[in-house]
């Protein structure tokens, strides 16, 4: 079985707890790696710059309907990760982003639940009708996870991700609508047995 998890709106102290894991290079390793000053970067906004920015840079992150951002927590209340769909909508499509911030559950399954939790929202609730992911190469378990939750591969972006000075190309994988409850179907089976 999977774990549980939740997605929930992120709160000041998911923000300050994710700043903590970026901190940590073995995270921002396989994220964005750290920017020319040192400081790590992240997917859409600076956590340190929100945290500081006052209610209006706060709600111009987090309100808003083209950039959906999600804490993750695991069954037993923790905060683990953190979810995101960019939402392209006069395409009906997503770009989403999962980071599951707590190295110590990496390869526990949390980040497939917490995809399937991102992806339930975007197809289900949000009604999109693809959804994909922009993966760099050095990026061996994102790969890996896209590609077993039945991500197809679209393209081969060319310099997409820079990191320690140097651009890497990086791989696009999309699910469609029509694709994903076949996919998750067969994910889920697979872990009950
Ligand atoms: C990528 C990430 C979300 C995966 O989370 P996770 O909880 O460790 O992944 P899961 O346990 O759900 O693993 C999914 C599959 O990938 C495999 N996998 C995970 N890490 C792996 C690794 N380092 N090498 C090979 N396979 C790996 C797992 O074994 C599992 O396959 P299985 O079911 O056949 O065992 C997590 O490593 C992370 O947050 N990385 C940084 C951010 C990132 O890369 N996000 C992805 C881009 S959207």
């Known amino acids: 079985m999977f774990p549980e998890v939740t997605l929930t709106t992120p709160t ?60 993750i927590y695991s069954e037993s209340g923790e905060h683990i990760g953190e979810g995101q769909l960019l939402v392209e909508w006069p395409l009906l499509e997503a770009q989403a982003y999962l980071l599951v911030g707590r190295k110590d559950l990496w390869h526990h399954h949390y980040g497939t639940s917490g995809m399937i939790g991102l992806l339930d929202h975007a197809f289900n609730t949000l009604g999109l009708h693809r959804v994909w992911v922009d993966i760099p190469e050095y990026n061996e378990p994102g790969m890996h996870m896209a590609r077993h939750m039945g991500f197809v591969l679209e393209g081969k972006l060319r310099k997409t991700h820079r990191k320690n000075n140097e651009w ?26």
């Open 168 to 193: 890497f190309d990086s791989d696009a994988l999309g699910l469609l609508a029509e694709e994903y409850p076949r996919r998750r179907a067969r994910l889920l089976k697979t872990a009950a047995s």
């Open 12 to 71: 000041r102290e998911d923000v300050q707890r994710l700043a903590e894991w970026l901190n940590d290079s073995e995270v921002n390793e396989v994220w964005y790696g750290v920017g020319d000053d040192g400081k790590p970067l992240h997917a859409s906004y600076t956590p340190e710059a929100v945290l500081n920015g006052g209610p209006e840079a706060w709600t111009h992150v987090f309100n808003d309907d083209n950039r959906i951002i999600f804490s």
